[in-house]
């Protein structure tokens, strides 16, 4: 298992035994799981992204601690958090992540998801201007998205 792996998993452990919200520090963290600190900071903003239901908080100094919390919503409350934190342009390696997450919180099934990468890929895309090709992609993301609300 690579260290970035082992590292979000004991930071998802806490936020599991600490009903969503994980306060840690850092430098005690790196030294427990036996890696260089900046390894905590790349985990922490490559895994734990507000796209990803997350809110992290940090202070520094010698008290200093890197709060976690993970945003619990209802299906509909995580699909507009989703939506609201698209902007106006997406690229698509941001976009699998999205898909990723969601399928794995339950907010859309395999085939729901298989479905939006397709139209989220880079093949879609083949005859759009590179330049426009991110924005478009954020556009077609948040209509699905709104397509999949209950209300």
Known sequence: MRMSDLVARYINDILEEQDGEAEIRRNELATTLGCVPSQINY?????????????????RG??????ITRINTTRDGAIMHIVNSVGNSLDKATAEVMLNNMLERDIIDGRTAKLMAAALGERAYK?????????IRATVFKNMLLTLLDG
């Open 43 to 59: 985990v922490i903003t490559s895994r734990f992204t507000p796209e990803q239901g997350y809110i992290v908080e940090s202070r």
């Open 62 to 67: 010698g008290g200093g601690y890197i709060r």
């Open 127 to 135: 005859d759009v201007p590179q330049q426009y090709r991110d924005s």
